[in-house]
């Protein structure tokens, strides 16, 4: 994994297709006030535990940007840290699932 934005209060997980709308979102949130750490996953066979797994510590909550990143990293994590899906379309509904998540 590649580490576009490092941050502490949540980590958004993107590919080669949603890593601008990820990076976008965390220019805003930081803003707001939001440390969004974002990740490319540019391997997802074998997933980088050893990146994951800083972030997976680091903060509180993980979010996939598509199915395929969500399925491979959830069956990876270590700790019992919060992974959900994003099942949006847009860079404000991002924002908004972060907002959320957000501790």
């Given at each position: 994994m590649k580490?576009?934005?490092k941050g502490v209060d949540i980590t958004v997980i993107a590919d080669e297709t949603t890593i601008d709308?990820?990076?976008?979102?965390?220019?805003?949130?930081?803003?707001c006030g939001i440390s969004t750490a974002v990740l490319e996953?540019?391997?997802?066979d074998p997933v980088d535990t050893?990146?994951?797994?800083?972030y997976e510590q680091t903060t509180p909550c993980l979010i996939a940007m598509n199915a395929r990143i969500f399925d491979?990293?959830?069956?990876?994590?270590?700790?019992n840290t919060t992974m959900q899906l994003f099942?949006?379309?847009s860079e404000a509904e991002l924002i908004q699932t972060?907002?959320?998540a957000a501790p």
């Open positions: 580490v576009r934005n709308m990820a990076f976008a979102a965390s220019r805003t949130l930081a803003v996953a540019t391997c997802l050893r990146t994951l797994s800083y491979a990293v959830s069956s990876v994590l270590q700790t099942d949006g379309t972060v907002r959320r």
